[in-house]
């Protein structure tokens, strides 16, 4: 059945009070005895899909339409993401990606399934789909991860276009960057927001992804969290998955997708486990200019959120039955500082 849209931004809180999240966090959270038990199985007909960002609205959507058309969480994740890197204002992901200091737009990806099987891409030129390009990675060749110039040859060997992405809107923004050459990334738009995206389908398998441009006018050939696996993203099939956002640099090196499933693995809720990454970075480095959001989702449909500083958010789609149609929210998770 084709299902009909609804969003429901004003019932945002309702919606998250329902799932367990947006609550503010509580002190015994921290304590592994406190943690709740374990995920359960996931319910027949019961989808979710959750992205980070506003831009994760609309990769939703995406993705339900495909899993409406048969798709599976893999084919929901590549939607999504698909539909943001293809966004020409969208400045942080795909073809409206800001480019590095000089010049070059170089994007990084990864995807991954509830089996462990992943691909990844990173400092891949001209090609606007880099989540595409690693799902075949995963889906065709014995690698996880191709690089650069060896990415690109793989990307025209598939037959999938390869084009220059400088937009003008970028181009433009690089120029007047130029101007100072001052490197500060703004927390939450240069520094980075980033699309992360984790989905369950129907019959409980869950996937994930991640695609970005990376930080604003970074060194050339710099890679950040988004396509390695366990930094910017993790999935595990039996327990759940989570991904990154922000400053890719501190994701990894607290490796802080793996941290976020692997809490959740010892008992931790999708949101408790979010929190304990934060914590774990701002225990290990001086956070007031880099901003880091994580976003989980449990293998009992459980989503959970967290960041450094206020202003993260992420989109959540559910359906709570075989029958109704999907439910939609912006979540904010800026349970930061304030
Ligand atoms: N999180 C995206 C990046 O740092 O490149």
Redesign the pocket.
């Known amino acids: 059945m084709a299902s009909t849209r609804r969003t429901f931004l004003a019932q945002a809180a309702a919606i998250a009070g329902t799932l367990g999240i947006g609550s503010r966090w509580n002190q015994a959270w921290s304590h592994p005895a406190n943690w709740g038990s374990k995920p359960g199985p996931a319910k027949e007909g019961t989808a979710v899909m959750t992205s980070t960002w506003n831009h994760g609205m609309l990769a939703n959507d995406a993705g339900f339409q495909a899993l409406d058309e048969g798709g599976s969480a893999l084919d929901m994740i590549e939607a999504g993401a698909r539909l943001v890197e293809a966004d020409a204002e969208g400045l942080s992901v795909g073809i409206g990606g800001l480019p590095d200091r000089d010049g070059h737009v170089t994007l990084?990806a990864c995807i991954m399934d509830h089996l462990g099987d992943a691909g990844s891409v990173c400092f891949v030129q001209n090609v606007a789909h880099p989540i595409s390009l690693a799902r075949n990675v995963m889906d065709r060749t014995p690698h996880v991860m191709l690089a650069g110039a060896g990415a690109e040859q793989y990307a025209r060997e598939l037959g999938m276009p390869v084009t220059p992405l400088l937009t003008e809107q970028a181009r433009l923004a690089w120029e007047r960057w130029r101007e100072t050459s001052n490197y500060q990334p703004v927390i939450n738009i240069e520094n980075?927001d980033?699309i992360g995206l984790l989905a369950m389908d129907d019959q409980g398998r869950l996937a994930g992804g991640c695609t970005?441009s990376?930080?604003a006018y970074k060194m050339h050939g710099r890679v950040?969290?988004?396509p390695i696996i366990g930094a910017?993203l993790y999935v595990d099939g039996a327990i759940g998955g989570a991904t990154?956002?922000?400053?890719?640099?501190a994701?990894m090196r607290t490796v802080g997708s793996f941290l976020v499933v692997e809490l959740m693995r010892q008992g931790a809720s999708a949101q408790e486990a979010c929190f304990e990454a934060v914590q774990r970075i701002i225990r290990s480095m001086p956070t007031e200019d880099l901003q880091v959001g994580y976003l989980a989702l449990g293998r009992d449909g459980q989503v959970g959120g967290h960041a450094i500083h206020g202003g993260f958010n992420y989109a959540l789609h559910q359906r709570t039955s075989a029958d109704t149609p999907i439910e939609s929210a912006l979540i904010d998770a800026s349970h930061g500082e304030h």
């Open positions: 990084d980075h980033t970005t990376g930080v950040g969290d988004s910017g990154a956002t922000g400053l890719g640099e994701v």
